[in-house]
């Protein structure tokens, strides 16, 4: 995720994309030896209405058209025009083993294919929830476990009051928001469903996360 309370990320929405754009979803997904499904939107498949199957314009890596954002957002070549240096990016993760070392060096390798250095940190889980909690990271991977299977429970992690709590970015987008207020009270229906799938297409087009993958269980 990219934290809405850090000014990079909150006010520079191509940078989001570019970002976003770089990410190699592919070499994630080999990784993850069939264990993993990728995604393309906020709502998992077993949700029903509202799971996006299709990529979007921002869930396919295309590293020319990152490098083009990337001068969008004020940072042509990965390069800070204040300090004259790659722009460098913290990377906070809940943990130090492995999986967090070889998923820290992924994103490394991804996003020095547009200039950007990324400076990782390891913390214990207690530690990171805290810097979550306080808005002390800029980009952080996390995963979330649907409490009950609607789109409506994944979608809460993008409506601005719930940030703090669910909503770990603290996304705060008004077109969001409205939306949300909208089909939180609706009941079944295939009015709900095009809701939903308006709302998950609203919430990708504006890269509040790389969309990584959905979990597979046998």
Not at 32 to 50: E, F, Y
């Amino acid at each position: 995720g990219f934290s809405f309370a850090d000014p990079l990320f909150g006010k520079n929405e191509n940078l989001r994309k570019a970002i976003s754009l770089a990410f190699n979803r592919d070499v994630r997904i080999e990784y993850g030896a069939g264990k993993l499904h990728p995604a393309h939107g906020p709502v998992p498949p077993d949700a029903g209405a509202g799971y996006l199957a299709k990529p979007g314009a921002y869930t396919q890596r295309n590293i020319p058209l990152a490098k083009e954002y990337m001068k969008k957002a004020g940072f042509p070549g990965g390069i800070d025009p204040r300090t004259g240096k790659p722009l460098e990016i913290t990377f906070d993760q809940a943990g130090s083993d492995t999986f967090y070392l070889q998923t820290a060096e992924l994103l490394a390798i991804d996003l020095a294919e547009i200039g950007i250095k990324v400076k990782p940190e390891f913390n214990n889980r207690a530690r990171f929830l805290q810097k979550l909690a306080n808005n002390q990271v800029q980009m952080f991977r996390l995963s979330w476990t649907g409490d009950y299977p609607d789109a409506e429970n994944f979608l809460q992690l993008f409506y601005g009051p719930n940030s703090g709590a669910s909503n770990r970015v603290s996304c705060d987008l008004q077109e969001i928001n409205q939306m949300y207020d909208k089909i939180k009270t609706m009941q079944p229906s295939a009015e709900r469903d095009q809701a939903y799938e308006d709302m998950a297409e609203l919430i990708r087009s504006k890269c509040p996360w790389i969309f990584e993958s959905y979990t597979v269980s046998f």
